[in-house]
Each structure stands twice: as structure tokens, then as C-alpha cells.
């Protein structure tokens, strides 16, 4: 078969000494990120793109290396949601729910070591599901031309803006803004500068990493100098981990289920992980013959949120890498790192870098083995760094921020756009505003309008164009539905509140 | 009360009209194509100005602003922040690392002598972290000094 030849040199490219090793190191790092609080996986991520590019890692490694933070940090989002009552990252809000219940029973090992496997089996079908539907979806996406392609950007920013946020006057706005940031630099086409004010340094543009950084990493030290670090986690214990098998058994249709929706929720642009995990738990609380037992300690409430985020982090994989478009934060972050590596993902990397597609699945499935191993038998190493109080982390996230950008540019300018951006985020988190359609915006603007500009080219300046094949209508419709139905449908999908945190 | 949302359309609109207004200022080539180089930032910088007017309308409920003592904080940190990107060039890495992560500290946490220790350790044991291990052309100290 064709998959499993292509597999197989996959884990030809990927199963070197070197990007095991490669892998190790970033499953532990990711499960770090993942498990403190107010680090994520897009802030893993960002942090670690600017050093692996300035440590000069080719392609593949820099690709094993950030994929298993990636994967990594989905995993460790879950010890300090169950053990403190405080998501690791925003995806793993819905765990917390019966997680944290569940430590207070003094079942925090069985808690673990379920939603390690529920997150398992997510990740690991889901990327199986990545292997199988992204060849297909990137023979479609062959046929998209520069109207489609247009349409399929608004697609992602509509969609994103209207289940992302709360507000999508807010969400277009900070879409708009990252549009706006794109603009910054000379024109492609006609070599003009644009909106430089004669500022050598904006000639090529803002580099979108130092705006990733700013907004997701140095926007928290912020954060928590108003906290005065308060979420910090000093004391937590955790006695004997054991492997709970009937919790496991009890609990398998809940992660294959969530699994199932999380993989749906991952492919649907703009959706991503936070909406996965979300879904599979109203799924889960609705099919269940015990629904009062959810939010007071029930397994099944762990296991398929758990299941539904790590699904939707190998789904949100499949658009980005056969479209080019992100469907979350994380997956921004991941194309940024496509884009450093000078990667453009889209229909043609698959016929013309399939090592570097290949070789990519491969060391996922790595990474997902890898990381079972560390988040079941060893959980009670990460759960020690959970006790890093926030008065050292934070300072060294953000030195970390500034040696990556430093390393990378070389420039003062750079870092202190940089804490611009900081300033920016921490404003947009306070006025409610999301930042990732920024993010999205700075990293497609330009693409959109060199899409827009060529599609004008080939209809000779007919705007109707735009509207001309069947594809790009229905992604119009799409797009329309999306960013509208968030709008009524929100009274029916309310986020449970979270349980009452400890009050000892 | 005011709320932070109308002040923040009122702002975002005047950018937009700064940004529409630069926009009508960027030239054009003779080799340009139909829509050329101005229309795609006019789009962006009308429907700005939509949105804004949607937040000055319709706002949303304040967030909880910090007093001024925390203000003032955020403040100093921006200060350092932006002082220690101008300063790493110059410097070399260890001093202004110890001291802007040390105030960071001292700002999550007010004790001095942990504060202290954090921005020492912090700052040799990432300079040994990224020079020595992972190979990253950081300077230590200033050229002149040796």
C-alpha cells in the first residue's frame, strides 16, 4: 500500500539516533510547558522556535523536535488541571472539571494515569487519521485557485472569530489588526514600500516570530506581576501511582468517542483543541446514564476531554499542512516554524517534500509512545515541576524570549517591538480581545492579498470572480455560517463553570 | 464609568484613519496589476473602523483594570523590558539579564534576597545553558572588558 511505504520511509527519515533523542528532549520539555501554569503549547512553541533556528537545525529535526514539544504540552495541560484546579493551558479548562474532584478523593495517580491514556489514544488515532485524510484533502486542495484560496483565509478567520471568542466584532477586529501588521514592508509586486515611515528596519516587514513571542510569552510576565504570581503551586503531594484498570476499562468508550469529535473539531479551520475537549465532554455527559456524577469526580469526565484535545491537536494538523491554513493557536505557531524553515505547506509539499510530511507523522507516532511512557509511569517527575515557584519561571520565560529573538535577529529595534507586542497582548487579554486572529492575520495577510491580487489578475479586474466556482461559494457560505451561528447557538452551549477551588 | 471598550474603538478608529490615510500615499508602479498595491490595506483599514464602531456601540463589561500602585508596577516592568533590549547589545549578557530578571522577580514576589538569587541564577545558568551547551552566539560581558 501507498500509505505504508510512505510510512515506512517516514520512520526512515525520523527514527535516527539523533531525532529519537531530538524527540525525547521535546516530549519533556513540552510535558514541562504544558504542565505550568500559563504556559501553553503555542507559548512552548513560540518560545522554542527562534533557539532551535539560531542552533541551526535543519529542517526535519527543528520539525521532531517542535512537534513533540507541541504534543508534549497537550499531554502535560492535564497535571496541573487535576492536581490544582488550574488548566496548564486552555484546552485543558474541561479536564479540570471532574479532575480536580477526583485529587480531592485522593485519586490524583488514577486521575493521571487515565487521562494520560485517554490522551494517548487520542493522539495516537488521531494522527493515524492525519495519515490517512491529509493525502486525500491535499488532491482536492490541488484544484484550488486564487479565489478559492481567498475564500478558504476568511474561512479560517470567520470561523476562528466566531467559536473562538466571545465577541466577534472583537475577534474580526484583532483579525484586522494582524491583516494591518502583514501590510507593514515593501510590496511584493510593485516594490513599494508600505506604512515603513522611512524606518529602514519595518523594509521587511514585522517578523512574525517576534510578534508571536511578544503577544504569547512576554504578555505573561505582565500577568503576573498584577497577580503578584499567586496561581504558583508550592505543596502539592501525590501519593503512589498505580494503574487504575477498571477506571481504564469504564472509561474506553468515553476516550474513543472523544477521540471522534476531537478529530472533527481539530479539521474544522479556526476551531481547535479548546472547542475538541469541549465537545467531547457534553458529548460524554450526554450519553452517560449517571450525568449527575459528571463534575464531581467521574473518570469519564477525565478521560474524554482529555482524549477530544489531543484528537483535535492532530486534526487541527491536517488543514495546516494541506492548506497552509491553521486551525488554532498552536497550529499558527507550528506554520510560523514551517514558514522559518523556508516549508510552505499547501497541496505541493506532499508530492514535492514527502520526506519532510513523512518523516513528520513518523515522529509523531514516535512522540505519542514516547510521551505515554513519561506521563504514566514517570508523571511524578513533572509533578515536582510544578512546584517551580512563578517568581523564577516568569523572569526566565521572558529572558528565554529575549535570547531566542536576540539570537535570531541580533537586533535591540526587534526586541523592543517585541515588548511592544507584549504590551499588546496583555491590552487584548484585558479588553477580552483574542489574540490568535492576530497571529493568524500577520502570518496569512500576505498570502490572502497576493491570492486576491491574482485572482484579480486572471479576471482582468471582474470582482464577481471571486464568486465563480462552486468551491469557493460554499467556503463564502461557510465562512458567513461560521462567523454568524456562534451568535445564536451560544445560549445552547454555555461553558460549564469551573469546580470550587480548594478553600482551605 | 467609561468603559475600556468605547475608549479602545474610539483609538482603534483613529489608527484606521491614519492607516487609510498613509495608505493613500503608497505609490504605485507602472507594472502594477489591477488591484495594486492600495486596495487590500483600504479594505482592512474600513472594516476596522467598522468593528470600532460596533465596540463603541455595543461595549462589553469592564475587565477589572489594576489600581494605579500596579499600574505603576507594569509600568517599571516595561521599563526594564524595554531597557534591557536596548542594554544586551551593548553589555554582553550577564549583568543586564541579572538585573532585569531580579527586578522581575522582585515584582512577582517582593522578598529581595530571593529576588537577588533568582536573577544571578537565572542569568549564568542560561548563559551556560545557551552559549556553552547549546552553541547560541551570545556575549557575556562587554568586548572591551577582555
Request: proline letters at 6%; a neutral charge; one cysteine or more.
Amino acid at each position: 500500500m501507498d500509505i505504508l511505504s510512505n510510512l515506512a520511509m517516514g520512520f526512515g527519515v525520523a527514527l535516527s539516533p539523533w531525532t529519537l533523542m531530538l524527540a525525547v528532549i521535546g516530549c519533556f520539555i513540552g510535558t514541562i510547558v504544558g504542565a505550568l501554569p500559563g504556559l501553553g503549547p503555542s507559548n512552548g512553541v513560540a518560545l522554542l522556535i527562534p533557539i532551535s533556528f539560531s542552533m541551526g537545525l535543519d529542517a526535519i529535526s527543528a520539525l521532531v523536535l517542535l512537534t513533540s514539544v507541541y504534543y508534549g504540552a497537550m499531554y502535560g495541560g492535564r497535571i496541573s488541571s487535576i492536581l490544582l484546579n488550574i488548566p496548564g493551558d486552555e484546552p485543558a479548562m474541561m479536564t479540570t472539571l471532574d479532575g480536580y474532584p477526583m485529587a480531592r478523593q485522593g485519586r490524583a495517580g488514577d486521575a493521571l494515569v487515565v487521562s494520560g491514556v485517554a490522551s494517548f489514544v487520542g493522539a495516537f488515532l488521531a494522527t493515524i487519521g492525519l495519515m490517512l485524510l491529509a493525502p486525500m484533502l491535499s488532491r482536492v486542495a490541488y484544484q484550488f485557485g486564487p479565489a478559492e484560496y481567498f475564500a478558504l483565509y476568511l474561512l479560517a478567520f470567520c470561523t476562528l472569530g466566531g467559536v473562538g471568542s466571545n465577541n466577534q466584532a472583537k475577534s474580526a477586529l484583532a483579525a484586522l489588526i494582524g491583516l494591518g501588521i502583514a501590510m507593514i514592508g515593501l510590496d511584493k509586486t510593485t516594490g513599494m514600500p508600505r506604512f515603513t515611515f522611512g524606518e529602514l528596519h519595518l523594509m521587511d516587514g514585522i517578523d512574525f516570530l517576534v510578534a508571536i513571542v511578544g503577544l504569547f510569552a512576554v504578555s505573561e510576565v505582565f500577568f503576573f506581576i498584577e497577580s503578584h504570581g499567586k496561581n504558583s503551586a508550592i505543596g502539592v503531594v501525590l501519593d503512589k501511582v498505580r494503574i487504575p484498570w477498571n477506571d481504564l476499562k469504564r472509561s474506553t468508550g468515553a476516550m474513543l468517542r472523544g477521540t471522534g469529535v476531537g478529530f472533527v473539531a481539530g479539521i474544522l479551520p479556526g476551531a481547535g483543541a479548546s472547542l475538541g475537549s469541549f465537545l467531547a465532554y457534553i458529548l460524554e455527559k450526554g450519553v452517560a446514564r449517571n450525568p449527575q456524577d459528571f463534575g464531581k469526580g467521574e473518570v469519564r469526565g477525565v478521560a474524554a476531554p482529555e482524549a477530544g484535545n489531543n484528537a483535535a491537536a492532530g486534526g487541527a494538523l491536517i488543514p495546516m499542512l494541506t492548506l497552509g491554513v491553521p486551525g488554532s493557536g498552536t497550529t499558527a505557531v507550528l506554520l510560523a516554524l514551517l514558514l522559518t524553515l523556508n516549508i510552505t505547506p499547501g497541496p505541493l509539499l506532499f508530492t514535492e517534500r514527502p520526506e519532510v510530511v513523512w518523516g513528520l507523522i513518523a515522529s509523531l507516532l514516535i512522540a505519542n509512545v514516547v510521551l505515554l511512557i513519561m506521563n504514566v509511569p514517570m508523571v511524578k517527575i513533572f509533578v515536582k515541576v510544578l512546584t517551580v515557584p512563578s517568581h523564577i519561571l516568569l523572569p526566565g520565560v521572558t529572558m528565554v524570549a529575549f535570547v531566542g529573538i536576540y539570537s535570531l535577529t541580533g537586533s535591540s529595534y526587534d526586541m523592543q517591538l517585541m515588548v511592544a507586542f507584549g504590551v499588546l497582548g496583555y491590552l487584548c487579554r484585558k479588553l477580552d480581545i483574542p489574540t490568535v486572529p492576530i497571529i493568524l492575520g500577520i502570518l496569512l495577510g500576505n498570502a490572502m492579498e497576493d491570492n486576491l491580487r491574482r485572482a484579480m489578475v486572471l479576471s482582468d479586474g471582474d470582482w464577481t470572480y471571486l464568486f465563480s466556482s462552486g468551491v469557493s461559494i460554499g467556503l463564502w457560505v461557510a465562512a458567513i455560517i461560521g462567523f454568524m451561528a456562534p451568535l445564536f447557538l451560544r445560549r445552547f452551549l454555555k461553558r460549564p463553570s469551573l469546580p470550587e477551588a480548594n478553600e482551605d | 464609568m467609561i468603559k475600556a471598550d468605547r475608549i479602545f474603538g474610539l483609538v482603534m478608529m483613529l489608527v484606521a484613519l491614519g492607516y487609510l490615510f498613509s495608505a493613500t500615499h503608497i505609490q504605485t508602479s507602472f507594472l502594477s496589476d489591477p488591484v495594486g498595491p492600495r486596495v487590500f490595506p483600504y479594505m482592512i483599514g474600513g472594516a476596522v473602523i467598522l468593528c470600532s464602531l460596533v465596540l463603541v456601540i455595543r461595549p462589553d463589561a469592564n475587565a477589572d483594570w489594576p489600581g494605579l500602585g500596579t499600574i505603576l508596577q507594569l509600568a517599571i516592568a516595561l521599563a526594564v523590558l524595554i531597557g534591557y533590549a536596548s542594554a544586551v547589545r551593548p553589555l554582553g549578557f550577564i549583568i543586564p539579564t541579572a538585573v532585569a530578571a531580579g527586578v522581575l522577580s522582585y515584582q512577582i514576589n517582593p522578598k529581595p534576597v530571593s529576588a537577588l538569587l533568582t536573577g544571578i541564577g537565572l542569568s549564568v545558568g542560561l548563559f551556560v545553558l545557551f552559549k556553552m551547551i547549546l552553541g547560541l552566539g551570545l556575549v557575556g560581558f562587554p568586548r572591551h572588558w577582555f
